[in-house]
């Protein structure tokens, strides 16, 4: 080859590759967000994860699942003579995890909670109910404790279910009851502590269920009226919980099925202002004929409907994602913008029934209009299938956990049974906006409805705009749905600057537990889309 004459054709498409390949990496180096390593091995894969006001994680799986990774205390051996795999059972089936130290503490849990439902109750125990087998009509409560005490679960033995619960919702109302809505073969609700006259049919979940059967898990939402937004299959109705009946029936959502075993995943936006207005968003869900043609090639849904649930004529507004997503979990962060993470783009929910995972993470902007709403953040390295969680922390980072797409626990395939933590960090927690981050100083542990509290914080620069104070609650999530999630934007008078960079805000706690239900809830003061450490604050009656 002479000089000055150009390479050989392969040797240009091979350089051009190349380039190509670095301007990605690049590109994706760029996009917003931050991942890191919490925990290698965290002993089980979970399926259910929710956060605690002592800053600890429960995670929990199913008890039939075999050997885990993470052994019982001696002499705290499980015996289930009908289990299929193991009789005596020494191995731990859920964990606790502290976020301060990243140490696992095995729990004990006796009876079965193959994709169960819970929510917190008003005094910050976890109700945790149903399952299958030996689980299926059970109750369970999990006290928390001080990250280094010893509490468990407890299963209770004056109380269960009035219909066994597989793939049940619960929902804590505006009173701190819990209503507990549907499951396989269950088409009723019921209520703990329990109602007069046990489980009452549900007529509307009978009616969307297909040979499929897509009205699993349904999506429960408590809107700041009181009544219950419920979201099944394409359909949704406002059910009245105090007379247990459907008073209004919205428009069916475009685009096929969207619960289990074809979930998408679904969320209320924070409710601000005079808390009269709920829109509910439902994204992502499989073909229909995925689940029963095993079809794990199937393209996901992309689209999304949201619906204003409070409208005197309420449609729903269509958009589409980046990406088709099944099993993503939605996630509302402190700011009132929303993260989608976790799932595949391929395939259906269901034992290796799923591909092509979805790595990369959306900001959901909801202030945005249609077609500017979604922003694709920074890529993950580990897919998170089947039975994958996430939860927002204190401290505004999201907690990834779980993913084990098969029957048993199984680490040589092409998407293993998932044993790592890891967090995610929103582009509102890096560097270049620490200088905005606001630190509570002051928060009372406790306020009733309708009171005025102050809250003193401290900032780096200068505040410029209003420091927001807003509530979020800490949700049971499962099966790409946080049961319970919320949050709530108190009405805030503008900060008064006091000495030293320090601020106090005078706040207004929510009317009434139907704007926030009784219970503990994360408490963070935003400034400038920045949001602080939050402080657990305690909201009662």
């Given at each position: 080859m002479g000089s000055g004459s150009s390479p050989p054709w392969p040797v240009q498409i091979f350089m051009f590759a190349i380039v190509m390949l670095c301007l990605i990496a690049v590109a994706v180096a760029q996009l917003p967000g931050k991942w890191e390593l919490l925990v290698s091995n965290a002993g089980i894969a979970s399926m259910h994860t929710a956060v605690t006001r002592f800053n600890t994680v429960v995670l929990l799986d199913r008890t039939d699942i075999g050997p885990s990774r993470k052994m019982l205390p001696k002499g705290h051996c499980r015996y289930e003579p009908r289990d299929a795999v193991l009789k005596r059972d020494c191995y731990a089936h859920s964990v606790l995890f502290d976020l301060q130290t990243n140490e696992i503490r095995p729990l004990m849990i006796l009876t079965d909670t193959w994709c169960s439902s819970g929510q917190f109750l008003p005094d910050g125990t976890l109700l945790q109910t149903g399952g299958d087998m030996d689980g299926f009509k059970k109750i369970r409560k999990f006290e928390p404790c001080e990250a280094g005490g010893t509490c468990n679960w407890v299963e209770l033995r004056d109380v269960e279910l009035a219909n066994g619960r597989w793939y049940a919702t619960n929902q804590i109302l505006q009173d701190g009851s819990v209503i507990i809505v549907g499951g396989r073969g269950a088409n009723t609700v019921e209520y703990y502590p329990p109602r007069k006259g046990g489980a009452i049919p549900f007529q509307f979940l009978t009616e969307v269920e297909d040979n499929q059967m897509d009205n699993l898990y349904p999506y429960v939402h408590l809107l700041p009226n009181g009544h219950l937004f419920i979201f099944a299959n394409n359909r949704a109705v406002l059910f009245d919980h105090q007379t247990n009946k459907v008073i209004r029936d919205y428009p069916p959502l475009d685009g096929g099925p969207r619960n289990y075993p074809s979930a998408g995943s679904s969320m209320m936006l924070a409710l601000s202002g005079d808390f009269s207005t709920a829109v509910i968003v439902v994204c992502g869900g499989a073909q229909y004929g995925a689940f029963i043609q095993r079809n794990t090639d199937s393209p996901a849904h992309g689209s999304c409907g949201r619906i204003v649930a409070t409208a005197e004529n309420p449609i729903w507004e269509m958009e589409d994602m980046p990406f088709g997503r099944i099993m993503g979990d939605m996630v509302m962060l402190p700011t009132g913008d929303a993260l989608i993470i976790n799932g595949a783009q391929a395939g259906t929910q269901g034992f290796e029934l799923a591909s092509d995972p979805c790595l990369y993470p959306l900001l959901y902007r909801p202030d945005q209009p249609v077609g500017l709403r979604f922003m694709t953040l920074n890529p993950g390295t580990v897919p998170r299938l089947y039975h994958s969680t996430a939860n927002l922390l204190p401290d505004g980072r999201i907690l990834i956990a779980g993913s084990n797409p098969h029957y048993f626990y199984k680490f040589k395939a092409e998407f293993p049974t998932e044993l790592r933590i890891e967090a995610f960090s929103p582009e509102y927690l890096s560097a270049d906006r620490a200088n905005l981050r606001p630190g509570i100083e002051s928060i009372p542990e406790t306020v009733r409805y309708g009171e005025g509290f102050n809250v003193l914080v401290s900032v780096?620069?200068?505040?410029?705009?209003?420091?927001?104070?807003?509530?979020?609650?800490?949700?049971?999530?499962?099966?790409?749905?946080?049961?319970?999630?919320?949050?709530?934007?108190?009405?805030?008078?503008?900060?008064?600057?006091?000495?030293?960079?320090?601020?106090?805000?005078?706040?207004?706690?929510?009317?009434?537990?139907?704007?926030?239900?009784?219970?503990?809830?994360?408490?963070?003061v935003v400034n400038q889309g920045v949001p602080s450490v939050a402080r657990w604050i305690h909201l009662v009656p």
């Open positions: 780096p620069l200068p505040v410029v705009g209003i420091l927001e104070v807003n509530l979020g609650s800490a949700p049971f999530a499962t099966h790409s749905f946080s049961q319970g999630q919320r949050l709530v934007k108190l009405t805030v008078t503008p900060s008064v600057p006091e000495r030293s960079g320090r601020y106090t805000i005078k706040c207004t706690a929510p009317p009434n537990g139907a704007v926030a239900p009784p219970g503990y809830y994360m408490a963070f």
